[in-house]
């Protein structure tokens, strides 16, 4: 395979006092509503690991294989979330309903990650735990996915396991891109590779689905109006996945590790980004351009892509998409 940053370019600019301190490459690709290529900087058919940018695309796929959850649970399942009360009660919700506890969650133990809500889970007495984790709600409704199916827990999270051979199937169907390679995520889950052109590709057809008569109620359709609907629980306080869908009217946006970002729109439009050092940094100002290009109201995404570079806690400089 093509190194990711082969044919990388500069998509931001770190300004601190007035000069470029830094600069972030990577990889956009922007398609109009009848899925044209409207914007492509860098190489919009990089194979790239979409990391949690494909968890909408994978609850798509549990959601075919039978998984029973309300819009809050869907959106869990969808999230990368902070561990705030609110997002761990409605995994508990998620599992109960199917009669599963937390300690059949088998995702990486870890602290939640919105700092405040990490500290009081430690003064509660607890440490690192699967349920803290970012993606429980994921795992969640893997569990979930594999009673309704009448699948073994037992191996959930192997590629080989018949729940991930059926996600396996729903991304290489979702993203029209076959999955080159298979790994294992920070999580603990098979994750599938994809192209950038293909991951802005689903989402486009997520972003339309809910606003179309005939979709609105697949699978599809179902996971967008629920993130849409849901977006505190894709992401919680202060993330700028939640911010962006509180902003723009049926957006459908997931951000992911390593610099990923994809976001589709209620007409059919997509953006999906790879910033090739792996820093989240860059990533909300980057995604805000897209937008724009997109056709988005720069009034909408302007203030959530806004990041300012600090000196002794005040704003001395900003990071800038070049685009």
């Known amino acids: 395979m093509t190194d990711v940053a082969t044919s990388a370019v500069p998509l931001a600019r770190v300004v601190?006092?007035?000069?470029?301190?830094?600069?972030?490459?990577?990889?956009?690709?922007v398609l109009a509503p009848d899925g044209d290529v409207r914007l492509a900087l860098g190489d919009p058919d990089v194979t790239i690991w979409a990391r949690s940018s494909l968890k909408p695309l994978q609850a798509v796929g549990m959601l075919r294989h039978g998984l029973d959850a309300h819009d809050e649970q869907l959106a869990i399942a969808c999230a990368s979330h902070n561990a705030e009360a609110g997002h761990l009660d409605t995994v508990r919700a998620l599992?109960?309903?199917?009669?599963?506890?937390?300690?059949?969650?088998?995702?990486?133990?870890?602290?939640?990650?919105d700092p405040e809500a990490a500290w009081s889970w430690r003064e509660q007495g607890?440490?690192?735990?699967?349920?803290?984790?970012?993606?429980?709600?994921?795992?969640?409704?893997?569990?979930?996915?594999c009673v309704a199916a009448g699948w073994s827990l037992a191996g959930y999270r192997e590629a080989g396991h018949p729940l991930q051979r059926a996600l396996h199937d729903a991304v290489a169907e979702l993203t029209g891109v076959p999955v080159t390679a298979t790994t294992v995520d920070g999580c603990g889950a098979a994750l599938f590779s994809t192209s950038l052109v293909g991951?802005?590709?689903?989402?486009?057809?997520?972003?339309r689905a809910p606003h179309?008569?005939?979709?609105?109620?697949?699978?599809?359709?179902?996971?967008a109006a629920a993130m849409t609907a849901h977006p505190w629980h894709v992401g919680g306080t202060g993330r700028d996945a939640t911010r962006f869908m509180q902003a723009v009217p049926g957006l459908v946006a997931k951000d992911g590790a390593d610099g990923v970002y994809a976001a589709g729109l209620a007409d059919g439009g997509a953006v999906a980004l790879k910033i090739v050092d792996g820093s989240a940094r860059p990533r909300a100002a980057v995604l805000?351009?897209?937008?724009?290009?997109?056709?988005?109201?720069?009034?909408?995404?302007?203030?959530v892509g806004r990041t300012p570079v600090l000196g002794h806690g005040e704003p001395v400089g900003a990071v800038e998409a070049t685009f």
């Open 16 to 29: 601190r006092g007035g000069l470029v301190e830094s600069v972030h490459a990577g990889h956009v690709v």
């Open 199 to 207: 991951l802005a590709r689903a989402f486009g057809r997520l972003g």
């Open 212 to 223: 179309d008569p005939a979709h609105a109620g697949t699978p599809e359709g179902r996971v």
């Open 126 to 145: 607890n440490g690192r735990e699967p349920l803290a984790q970012n993606c429980s709600g994921k795992h969640a409704a893997m569990l979930a996915t």
């Open 288 to 303: 805000a351009a897209a937008l724009r290009a997109a056709g988005v109201d720069p009034a909408l995404v302007d203030e």
């Open 95 to 113: 599992l109960a309903a199917h009669g599963l506890t937390v300690s059949d969650l088998d995702n990486t133990p870890d602290w939640p990650l």
